[in-house]
């Protein structure tokens, strides 16, 4: 048997932050007129609360594989790939990652002003990418987002392009070369099935070449479909790790 590689080791990870809280309904409602907020200033601080969104995950992740993250809103999933990726860092706990992981829409942080054409320049650019590559690489893109399907958008401006034509757009760029590890956050919940069926071909082909790869997504046939392996997460806790259908189904259980 093949000796299995570890790429990511998540140890006791905890993440908390801090966010900007409600006050009373009152209080709120006076913030929320201009009056309010005149009369507040300078006299309040603005209310806060800290967040435990993760609490004591660990797990350990091997080349080769697709882990799908599932559970509630609210449940942790985006939290913990924002961890693994290094940019949110752990209050207590540890990640190990091996070569540097990519989560899609970050590194590829695509400008809305710019034109689709010169958004892959600079996507691809970021993703690590020569321009030789990009250059080589981009009608592959092009063809793979499906932006052109129904016109010339990719001279267009970003911002003139649908959540889903975005979206579609940063995957394609992100799966146009190789990853240690790569994470995706709801990505392929946008497309038709011909555009969700491309993206799980390709994940298979990166899994392939010796990559990892992360899958958040409410769509449980799409994990069931696209990984091996599923993590449930629950208020920030590991509640089942296992083959992705043994879990899934166990989570659709829990939710009836």
Same mark, same amino acid.
């Given at each position: ?63 080769g594989e697709a882990i799908g ?44 002003? &710019?034109?689709?054409? *010169?958004?892959?320049?600079? !996507? ?5 990418? %020569?321009?030789? =590559?990009?250059?080589? @690489? ?11 399907d129904k016109g010339d958008f ?78 449930? &997460?629950?208020?920030? *806790?590991?509640?089942?790790? !296992? ?5 899934? %189904?166990?989570? =659709?259980?829990?939710? @009836?």
């Amino acid at each position: 048997m093949a000796e299995r590689v570890p790429t990511v080791v998540v140890d006791g990870v905890h993440v908390t932050y801090t966010v900007q809280g409600a006050g009373s309904a009152g209080a709120g409602r006076a913030r929320g007129s201009a009056l309010g907020r005149l009369l507040a200033r300078g006299r309040t601080a603005p209310a806060t609360r800290t967040v435990h969104a993760v609490k004591g995950v660990s797990f350990a992740a091997y080349k080769g594989e697709a882990i799908g993250l599932i559970g509630s809103n609210g449940s942790g999933k985006s939290t913990l790939l924002k961890a693994v990726a290094g940019l949110l860092p752990p209050s207590r706990g540890h990640v190990y990652t091996q070569g540097q992981p990519s989560l899609l829409g970050v590194n590829a942080a695509l400008m809305g002003d &710019l034109t689709g054409e *010169r958004n892959i320049v600079l !996507g691809g650019l970021a993703m690590g990418m %020569t321009r030789a =590559e990009v250059k080589e @690489r981009y009608q592959r893109i092009v063809d793979f987002s499906g932006i052109n399907d129904k016109g010339d958008f990719v001279s267009l401006p970003m911002r003139t392009y649908s959540s889903g034509m975005g979206a579609r757009l940063r995957f394609s760029i992100a799966a146009a070369r190789s990853h240690d590890v790569l994470l995706i956050d709801e990505a392929l919940a946008t497309g038709d099935a011909a555009f969700r069926q491309r993206s799980q071909e390709r994940i298979n082909e990166l899994r392939a070449e010796a990559g990892t790869v992360f899958l958040v997504s409410h769509s449980n046939s799409t994990i069931r479909e696209t990984c091996d392996r599923a993590i449930w &997460l629950e208020s920030g *806790r590991v509640l089942m790790d !296992g083959p992705s259908d043994e879990v899934v %189904t166990a989570y =659709e259980r829990s939710t @009836r």
